[in-house]
């Protein structure tokens, strides 16, 4: 295994004549938690992307766990995706949704992978009933239980607390926390920054599709943080 969970190698990413990214690059070691911040247009979503397969570079090179994520499966078997969009199917129910996937992942030992995943979720009471009856909390725990169904080691999130409320924003946080603690890396977008102040160990601000900071982050204040992002964009 490559010793770099990511790796972003002069990456540039242009739509039409809009440069999205810019000569980007970018190392995270296994078990990172990088917290990338910006304002609206920045990149942070197509950032992401690149590292998912979603979307290839016009210029540079992306690697998860040394190999292209656009051409390779393993690579992108890899990466969890949970965005403020949950991506589920509101009209099957919460098993189904997870067996769907899990038949998508190839996960081994479905049924049993997919009842301890609604357990871990706190949704195994619920599991018969449909998505499209949960509370936007409820969907952000299945959209988390479905993203690491296939046990990947990275996590992407995108911008993931939008539209919780302040206990199923605390919730989300929780379990972001316990996925960092499993050793699995993480990369967050988000406009709540108080949420990363715990669990980032890198800070990644973009501006204007261009690294305007990228460092280290042993702790400090929200104060501290938005002195940075304030310097930076």
């Known amino acids: 295994m490559s010793p770099e969970a ?14 999205c990214l810019r000569q980007l690059d970018l ?3 296994p078990g990172s ?3 990338v911040a910006g304002p609206n247009g920045a990149g942070k979503t197509t ?3 690149l590292m998912a397969g ?11 766990e040394g190999e292209d994520p656009a051409r390779s499966g393993r690579a992108r078997r890899s990466v969890g995706w949970v965005s403020h969009q949950a991506i589920l199917y509101e009209n099957l129910t919460a098993q189904e949704n997870l067996s769907f996937f899990a038949r998508l992942y190839n996960v081994g030992n479905r049924s049993d992978r997919v009842g301890t995943a609604l357990e871990a979720a706190g949704l195994a009471s619920r599991k018969d009933s449909r998505v499209r009856t949960f509370s936007r909390g409820m969907k952000q725990r299945l959209a988390l239980a479905r993203a690491t169904l296939h046990n990947p080691s990275i996590l ?7 539209g919780l409320d302040q206990n199923a924003a605390g919730a989300l946080a929780a379990d972001l926390a316990a996925e960092k603690e499993k050793g699995r890396t993480c990369v ?17 601000i973009l501006s204007g599709g ?13 104060d501290e943080l938005l002195e940075i992002y304030g310097r930076h964009i």
Request: charged share 25%; aromatic share 12%; proline share 4%.
């Open 47 to 49: 950032l992401l992307r």
């Open 156 to 162: 992407l999130f995108d911008e993931p607390f939008t």
């Open 54 to 64: 979603i979307s290839r570079p016009t210029s540079g090179r992306v690697l998860i």
């Open 188 to 204: 967050l977008v988000t406009h709540r920054p108080e949420v990363a102040l715990n669990l980032m160990s890198q800070l990644l």
């Open 6 to 19: 990511v790796r972003l190698d002069r990456i540039d990413k242009r739509f039409g004549a809009f440069w």
């Open 27 to 29: 190392s995270l070691r």
């Open 33 to 35: 938690f990088l917290f």
């Open 210 to 222: 261009r690294v305007g900071y990228l460092g280290d982050w042993s702790g400090g204040s929200h």
